[in-house]
């Protein structure tokens, strides 16, 4: 028979064991696609790799959704169906460049047509103020994207990033890139701590060199993917880290080696 104090020590010794043990699946990093990925495949063979992959979730991404392209809402709906019948959700979608009032207004139909709670792009102060007021009306998020140019660009920075989003609520978030920031010469894990407070979306990218935009597969190149993960894991990052590789020409066989690549650092 169990006597109580024998109960009392198997208690704490499962406690400890239990805080010894390593991370479960819940405690994962999220891993998803960004889908502009497959940006030279069709919507219906882009959902065929990301079912054989596995992956669950995405950000929409692709351009001819982007707001540049002037997009129909009967594209949203019929890409909505599509991904709900292979069982992936879309969580963002990437707007690109809000340049007035009405790229507000169709963004927002545009993501709740998809069923994502989430906007990426970026815009100017003004039109971020307005991005603020109108997706807190909505109950949606936006996360404000750095990026690499040849050409000097707003938001290269940890820091052109905060001070733009400075001042503003809890709506107003950031989408960090890990290849842009490589690229803009910035070191990416640095980057990624500066933007905990603010941090929305990962998009997973590993560049070849600072100053260009040659991708390379997650490990391969400046970005510190591994050292990434590891700061993703100590702010028990809960967004979605969204898988990019920006390539022409087949990309399938790569992507299997990224997602690969980021679900083993994801545990």
């Known amino acids: ?81 599509k991904l709900d019948r292979a069982g992936i959700r879309c969580v963002s979608y990437y707007a690109a460049t809000f340049k007035n009032t009405q790229d507000i207004t169709d963004a927002i139909r545009f993501a709740k047509l998809l069923g994502a709670t ?77 933007l905990e407070p603010r941090l929305r979306m990962v998009h997973l990218k590993d560049i070849q060199a600072k100053g260009g935009e040659v991708n390379v597969l997650l490990g391969n190149g400046i970005a510190k993917i591994p050292e990434v993960m590891q700061e993703l894991h100590r702010q028990n990052f809960a967004g979605l880290v969204a898988v990019e590789y920006e390539k022409e020409g087949d990309v399938n066989q790569d992507m299997v080696q990224e997602v690969t690549f980021a679900r083993k650092l994801a545990q």
């Open 118 to 194: 989430n906007i990426t792009g970026d815009a100017t102060e003004d039109i971020l103020k307005q991005l603020d007021h109108r997706l807190t009306e909505e109950g949606l998020t936006f996360g404000l994207h750095n990026h690499f140019f040849p050409y000097k660009f707003a938001y290269e920075s940890p820091e052109d990033v905060l001070n733009a989003l400075s001042g503003m609520s809890k709506t107003m978030g950031a989408t960090a890139d890990t290849g842009h920031f490589a690229s803009c010469g910035y070191d990416t894990v640095d980057a990624i701590r500066k």
């Open 1 to 81: 028979m169990l006597t109580r104090r024998a109960f009392a020590k198997l208690a704490v010794a499962s406690c400890v064991a239990s805080a010894a043990a390593p991370l479960r699946a819940f405690d994962s990093l999220n891993i998803g696609v960004g889908t502009y990925s497959y940006h030279g495949l069709s919507v219906d063979d882009m959902i065929v790799q990301l079912k054989a992959l596995r992956v669950r979730e995405i950000e929409m991404s692709r351009v001819e959704f982007m707001l540049l392209s002037h997009p129909e809402d009967a594209l949203f709906r019929t890409a909505k169906e």
